[in-house]
């Protein structure tokens, strides 16, 4: 079964949705597998990274506006090539084992859904695939 959620965004911004996975996870009653999180947009992505200190979300925010900047020369129509690049880099999907029945993620990480042409209606989805 594919679990689908929704979310409204800022901007630009990183959306803890550990929680989420986690709840799809214990319905899905798998104890042994992998979850897949994935994001149907080309403007948003997902990514696991620390989720204990918010000025890391802050610090990869700004160093993908830094290494993706808006530029004149870009030519797509709607003006949000920047957002492409970001979204292209980090990827559509996130993969994280489950073990009995927990999420094997690291003492610091969190998954994060990544806006980066919002505000927005977004939504992703979260398959549980049985070991």
Same mark, same amino acid.
């Given at each position: 079964? +594919?679990?689908?959620?929704?979310?409204?965004?800022?901007?630009?911004?990183?959306?803890?949705?550990?929680?989420?996975?986690?709840?799809?996870?214990?319905?899905?009653?798998?104890?042994? =597998? +992998?979850?897949?999180?994935?994001?149907?947009?080309?403007?948003?992505?997902?990514?696991?990274?620390?989720?204990?200190?918010?000025?890391?979300?802050?610090?990869?925010?700004?160093?993908?506006?830094?290494?993706?900047?808006?530029?004149?020369?870009?030519?797509?129509?709607?003006?949000?090539?920047?957002?492409?690049?970001?979204?292209?880099?980090?990827?559509?999907?996130?993969?994280?084992?489950?073990?009995?029945?927990?999420?094997?993620?690291?003492?610091?990480?969190?998954?994060?859904?990544?806006?980066?042409? =919002?505000?927005?209606?977004?939504?992703?989805?979260?398959?549980?695939?049985?070991?």
């Amino acid at each position: 079964m +594919i679990y689908e959620y929704n979310l409204k965004t800022d901007k630009q911004g990183f959306y803890d949705i550990t929680e989420n996975v986690r709840e799809t996870l214990r319905a899905s009653k798998v104890n042994d =597998g +992998i979850c897949v999180v994935y994001c149907p947009h080309t403007t948003a992505g997902m990514t696991i990274n620390e989720n204990a200190d918010p000025d890391v979300v802050r610090d990869m925010l700004f160093a993908l506006d830094q290494t993706f900047p808006d530029r004149p020369e870009f030519r797509h129509a709607e003006g949000n090539t920047a957002a492409h690049l970001k979204a292209g880099a980090l990827g559509a999907s996130v993969t994280v084992l489950a073990e009995a029945g927990r999420l094997l993620l690291g003492t610091w990480q969190g998954i994060y859904f990544c806006e980066f042409d =919002g505000p927005r209606s977004r939504r992703f989805f979260v398959k549980v695939l049985k070991e």
